[in-house]
C-alpha cells in the first residue's frame, strides 16, 4: 500500500504555487492542480494570475480517470473534500463518477427543453397548421379565444404542468354563458396539449379531452338552452341604439355601426383594409379568404356607410379600416364592450337577424335579396350553379332603405348614455 498523502490545512493549500499536481490528502486521489502561467500575488492588492483547480484521480474499468471538481479558492478545501467523498462512493458502488455527472447534464439539458409555456405550446401548433385552416376567419378565431380566455389563465403554466383544474379553470366560467365559444375552446386546448405530447412536451392523458373525462364534470352543451351568442335587439328598439351608438367614441363603436348598416360579421367588419373599399363606387369587396362560404362578396355601401367611412382616419402602418389603439385588427370582445358599456343585451351578430326581419315584416324586397346581402347560400346546388349574377343593384336599393331606416329618429327620442347608465 502506497503511504497516505499528508492532509494538508487551508492555509498550507493556499501556499502551493510549484505548477503541476499537489497531493492534499483527506480523500485518495484528491489534488490541487497548479497550472505552469500560476504567479501568486506580491502583495495583498494584487489578484492571483494563473489557475488552481481541484482533481480527483480515480481508476475506473481499468483506466486512469482525472475528474474536475472546481477551482481554488472558490471551491475550498473542506468543499472539494465533500465532493470527492461522493464521487468515491459512487466508484464504490461500480460507477463512474465522470459519466454520472455527464448524464445528470444531459437530463437538465432535456428537461429545459420542455420546460415549454402553454403559450408558446398553441402558438407552435397555429405556425404549424394554420396554412391548413380555410379562411383568415378560423386563424383569427383561434388566435383570439386562446389570447382571450385561456392565455390570462394558463398561458404562462408549463404545458407539461396543466392538469384537469386548470382546464375547468378556463371553462367553467363560460360553459353555460358562452357554451359554442367554451366547446370550441375546450377542443383547442385538446388539440395543443395533444400536439404538446406529441412533441414530448407533456406526459400523460389529456385533461381536456371530452369523452369520458370532461362529460362527467361539464354538461352536455346540447342540453345548455342558453343561446346567447344569437341574442337580437328588438326592431322595435332599433332606432334608439343607433341613435345613441353616435355618440358612442371610439373605433369599436364605429366598427358596430359599420357592421349594423352593412349587415355584416364582426369577422368581416374588424378584418376590413382600405384596400377592399372603392367609396367611388361605394362597393366594398370582400375577399373570398375571408368570407364564411370561402366565397367573394360584394357589398354595397350605402350613403350613411361611405358617410362613416369618411370620417374614419387612415393610421399609417396598417391598411385596416378598423385599428386597434395599439394597431392590429379589434378583438371581438372590443365590439362586445361597446354593447355592454350601451347596457344592449344583444351580439353584434344578433343585428343580421334585426336586419332580416326588417325585410321580411316591413318591406317587399324578395327573399333571395335579403339572403343574398347577408352572404347567405340561396336554393339548391343547381339553382346556385345558373345564378350567376349576385343581385348586385337590387342589394344596394335594400341597403339604402336598411340605412335609411337606421337613421330615422327614434319616437322615444335619444338618451344621452350617461345617464342610461345612472338609471
Not at 29 to 34: D, M, N, P
Not at 248 to 263: H, I, K, P, Y
Amino acid at each position: 500500500m502506497g503511504r497516505k498523502a499528508e492532509e494538508l490545512g487551508p492555509l498550507a493549500v493556499s501556499r502551493l504555487k510549484d505548477p503541476g499536481l499537489h497531493a492534499v490528502g483527506g480523500v485518495a486521489g484528491l489534488y490541487l492542480q497548479v497550472g505552469r502561467n500560476f504567479k501568486p500575488a506580491n502583495g495583498p492588492d494584487e489578484p492571483m494570475q494563473g489557475h488552481r483547480t481541484w482533481v480527483l484521480r480515480y481508476m475506473a474499468a481499468g483506466k486512469r480517470r482525472d475528474m474536475g471538481l472546481g477551482g481554488f479558492p472558490d471551491v475550498t478545501v473542506g468543499g472539494a473534500r465533500d465532493a470527492a467523498r461522493r464521487a468515491r462512493e459512487k466508484i464504490d458502488i461500480g460507477q463512474d463518477p465522470i459519466e454520472a455527472r455527464r448524464a445528470a447534464k444531459l437530463a437538465m439539458i432535456a428537461d429545459a427543453s420542455k420546460a415549454v409555456t402553454f403559450e408558446e405550446a398553441a402558438k407552435a401548433y397555429m405556425a404549424a397548421h394554420e396554412a391548413s385552416w380555410r379562411n383568415a376567419k378560423h386563424r383569427e378565431q383561434w388566435r383570439n379565444t386562446l389570447k382571450g380566455l385561456a392565455y390570462p389563465h394558463i398561458g404562462k403554466l408549463g404545458v407539461r404542468d396543466i392538469e384537469v383544474a386548470h382546464v375547468l379553470n378556463v371553462l367553467e366560467p363560460i360553459w353555460q354563458g358562452r357554451t359554442e365559444t367554451a366547446t370550441r375552446l375546450r377542443g383547442r386546448l385538446e388539440l395543443v396539449l395533444d400536439w404538446a405530447t406529441a412533441r414530448g412536451y407533456r406526459d400523460g392523458l389529456n385533461p381536456a379531452r371530452w369523452r369520458g373525462h370532461l362529460d362527467k364534470m361539464l354538461p352536455n352543451p346540447s342540453k345548455i338552452k342558453t343561446r346567447g351568442h344569437l341574442t337580437a335587439l328588438p326592431l322595435s328598439e332599433l332606432r334608439d341604439f343607433m341613435e345613441r351608438l353616435r355618440l358612442v367614441d371610439g373605433m369599436g363603436a364605429r366598427a358596430v355601426e359599420f357592421a349594423v348598416l352593412t349587415a355584416a360579421r364582426s369577422g368581416e367588419v374588424r378584418g376590413a383594409t382600405w384596400a377592399e373599399i372603392d367609396l367611388v363606387e361605394k362597393l366594398w369587396t370582400i375577399p373570398a379568404l375571408r368570407m364564411k362560404a370561402g366565397k367573394e362578396h360584394r357589398v354595397p355601401l350605402s350613403p350613411k356607410a361611405v358617410e362613416l367611412l369618411g370620417r374614419l382616419p387612415k393610421i399609417g402602418g396598417t391598411d385596416l379600416v378598423f385599428s386597434a389603439p395599439r394597431g392590429g385588427i379589434l378583438s371581438d370582445m372590443t365590439l362586445i364592450a361597446v354593447l355592454r358599456r350601451m347596457e344592449v343585451d344583444a351580439t353584434v351578430h344578433g343585428f343580421r337577424s334585426v336586419f332580416r326581419d326588417w325585410c321580411g315584416e316591413h318591406t317587399n324586397f324578395p327573399r333571395e335579396v335579403a339572403e343574398a346581402a347577408l352572404a347567405h347560400a340561396i336554393g339548391s346546388s343547381v339553382e346556385r350553379a345558373y345564378r350567376r349574377g349576385d343581385a348586385l343593384e337590387k342589394r344596394r336599393k335594400l341597403m339604402d332603405a336598411w340605412a335609411r331606416f337606421c337613421a330615422e329618429p327614434s319616437i322615444s327620442g335619444v338618451t344621452p348614455i350617461n345617464q342610461r347608465a345612472r338609471a
